[in-house]
């Protein structure tokens, strides 16, 4: 009876020993599988543009309030907010009320002039014939300079009023304000604001370890929201010699010629100075992984023993498809661009040909 059992046994043993080494080969290549497959790039130094990329508000290169200097009524504004206008060109019109009263004036102080200038012309004729005095002339002198002199002030003062009830803008430009309508009674505000904007200026402010790299006469591309991807071109034009002690930064000044007269104040625009070149590390942006949660930025670096460092880097600019790196990666590395998902710090990978 125990002959015929030993059969049986024999090859369950066999079977479970050629199970265990078919489960054993199951496990080797299972863990050869693990091992992540990725693809590299080479990357290296060069020397990149250094752009500065500033935001900054259009701004007139002058304004001019135009009010009148004795408080009146308006009769008309002839410009409405927005419109153009010419130097020379008249924007309002006052009530003329107040000239009357000014132009008597002058006619009394013209009188008075020609009445001192008589009693003067007699007193001198008097004096060659022996019929006067020497201080009798002086006196009637002094009249006459002091009745030339009350012309003078009413005469101008009749200019003033004249000036005051037709006012004409000195300068071409924009209406960018208008305070009153016609009936009010001029007040404390200007009654129209004129903005020339042939050229503009664009003020934007830098940092104190980009301010030896800015100059005068450097040029600047500016965009505007308004225009799309349409460059500007604009130059500097005044850097300031002082920081600003709340942003530690200084004020650069920037002149957009507009002859067009496109280019308005209060336009949102972008401006890029070129700051020269630096050499650095240029990586594709395929290579660059985000840390979730955080916002570092690493990039997975191959090593000689077929494994990978997750290396922290500083971006710089976007260029293209790549990023120019501030620091993290040397020149002459391995990264990899594909399959980062799968992987982690000292992790051996397989390099994909």
Same mark, same amino acid.
């Given at each position: 009876m125990k002959k015929y059992l030993i059969l049986p046994l024999s #090859?369950?043993?066999?079977?479970?020993?050629?199970? /265990?080494?078919?489960?054993?080969?199951?496990? =080797?290549?299972?863990?050869e599988e693990v091992v992540p497959t990725v693809k590299t790039a080479m990357v290296s130094a060069r020397d990149v543009d250094q752009l500065g990329v500033y935001t900054a508000t259009v701004e007139p290169q #002058?304004?001019?309030?135009?009010?009148?200097? !004795?408080?009146? &009524?308006?009769? *008309?504004?002839?410009?409405?907010?927005?419109?153009?206008?010419?130097?020379?060109?008249?924007?309002?019109?006052?009530?003329?009320?107040n000239t009357y009263s000014y132009e008597t004036q002058v006619?009394?102080?013209?009188?008075?002039?020609?009445?001192?200038?008589? $009693? %003067?012309?007699?007193?001198?004729?008097l004096l060659k014939i022996g019929g006067g005095t020497k201080q009798q002339v002086d006196a009637m002198e002094i009249q006459l300079i002091n009745a030339k002199n009350s012309l003078a002030q009413a005469e101008r003062a009749l200019r003033n009023? +004249?000036?005051?009830?037709?006012?004409?803008?000195?300068?071409?430009?924009?209406?960018?304000?208008?305070? @009153?309508?016609?009936?009010? !009674?001029?007040? $404390?505000?200007? #009654?129209?604001?004129?903005?020339?904007?042939?050229?503009?200026? #664009?003020?934007?402010?830098?940092?104190?370890?980009?301010?030896? &790299?800015? +100059?005068?006469? !450097?040029p600047a591309s500016i965009k505007f929201d308004t225009y799309g991807n349409e460059e500007f071109t604009g130059t500097v034009t005044t850097v300031m010699p002082t920081v600003?002690?709340?942003?530690?930064?200084?004020?650069?000044?920037?002149?957009?010629?507009?002859?067009?007269?496109?280019?308005?104040?209060? !336009?949102f625009g972008r401006v890029t100075l070129n700051l020269g070149k630096a050499n650095r590390v240029v990586v594709p942006d395929k290579a660059v992984v985000k840390q979730q949660g955080s916002g570092n930025? @690493?990039? %997975?670096?191959?090593?000689? =023993?077929?494994?990978? /460092? @997750?290396? *922290?880097?500083?971006?710089?600019?976007?260029?293209?498809?790549e990023y120019e790196l501030l620091s993290g990666v040397e020149s002459g590395s *391995?990264?990899?661009?594909?399959? *980062?998902?799968?992987?982690?710090?000292?992790?051996k990978v397989k390099v994909a040909k």
């Open positions: #090859i369950a043993t066999l079977l479970a020993a050629s199970c /265990s080494g078919e489960k054993e080969k199951e496990t =080797d290549k299972s863990k #002058i304004i001019n309030n135009i009010s009148s200097s !004795m408080p009146n &009524r308006i009769k *008309q504004i002839l410009v409405d907010e927005g419109q153009r206008v010419s130097a020379g060109q008249k924007v309002a019109i006052l009530d003329d009320i006619n009394n102080a013209r009188a008075n002039l020609k009445n001192v200038e008589v $009693n %003067y012309n007699r007193a001198v004729e009023a +004249h000036e005051n009830t037709v006012l004409t803008s000195p300068i071409s430009g924009v209406v960018t304000a208008r305070n @009153y309508d016609p009936g009010d !009674m001029t007040g $404390n505000l200007p #009654i129209l604001t004129v903005a020339r904007v042939q050229p503009v200026k #664009i003020v934007i402010n830098v940092t104190e370890s980009e301010l030896p &790299r800015v +100059h005068k006469g !450097m600003d002690a709340n942003s530690r930064t200084f004020g650069v000044e920037i002149t957009l010629g507009n002859a067009d007269g496109r280019v308005l104040p209060g !336009m930025q @690493y990039v %997975y670096v191959l090593n000689s =023993d077929g494994t990978v /460092s @997750y290396n *922290q880097v500083e971006l710089g600019q976007r260029l293209g498809e *391995q990264v990899v661009i594909n399959g *980062q998902s799968k992987l982690a710090n000292g992790v």
